[in-house]
């Protein structure tokens, strides 16, 4: 995490101590590591970036180096994700996502995504796990518990097919 406070930085009681400790000790925070949700393996690796003015500013080479270096040892994909808010909304919701791959094949290119079309991608993660997953019969059980979360599962038969 940066010494000096940036814009919407979250205070948190371990952030606060540590931007009062010496020099020579440095934490950084993992924004999203993307697991499945039956045997916690990690599937990809984000860095979330607030896009508060459209200027897709990502972090210095050496801030990124620690996501590269996760995503190398577990072989998982690195993404810088931007995200873009609907500020006169009370919710302050997401509109957009821009997503810029770093890891493997770094690319230059923003791909702009709906959130929907970002679910999509973290739910083929997900479904593209599975038949390797040693915990089938819990992702199942999640799967048809009615939760209320889970009636937001618009795509369900997309996991029906790999699981049964």
């Known amino acids: ?4 406070e940036i814009y919407s930085v979250i205070r948190t009681p ?3 101590w540590h931007r ?4 020579l000790v440095a934490l950084t925070d993992i924004d999203h590591l993307s697991i499945c949700p039956g045997c ?7 860095d979330t970036i607030y896009n508060v003015d459209g200027q897709f500013r990502e972090k210095s080479e050496w801030l990124q180096r620690p996501y590269i270096e ?4 577990l072989n ?4 810088l994700v931007f995200y873009t808010v609907n500020e006169k909304s009370k919710e ?5 996502f821009n997503i810029k791959k770093k890891y493997p094949e770094p690319t230059n290119n923003l791909i702009k995504l709906t959130p929907d079309e970002f679910l999509q991608y973290l739910e083929r993660k997900v479904q593209n796990h599975i038949p390797v997953c040693n915990a089938k019969e ?3 059980k999640r799967l048809n518990k009615q939760t209320v979360y889970n009636q937001t599962l618009t795509r369900k038969h997309e996991y029906e097919k790999i699981l049964y």
Not at 70 to 73: E, L, M, P, S
Not at 76 to 79: K, N, Q
């Open 14 to 16: 371990v952030s606060i």
């Open 138 to 140: 819990y992702l199942k």
């Open 70 to 73: 996760i995503a190398t040892a």
């Open 20 to 23: 009062k400790q010496h020099d």
């Open 92 to 96: 302050r919701s997401i509109v957009e």
């Open 40 to 46: 916690a393996k990690s599937l990809l690796i984000c």
């Open 1 to 4: 995490m940066p010494r000096d």
């Open 76 to 79: 998982i994909p690195y993404f």
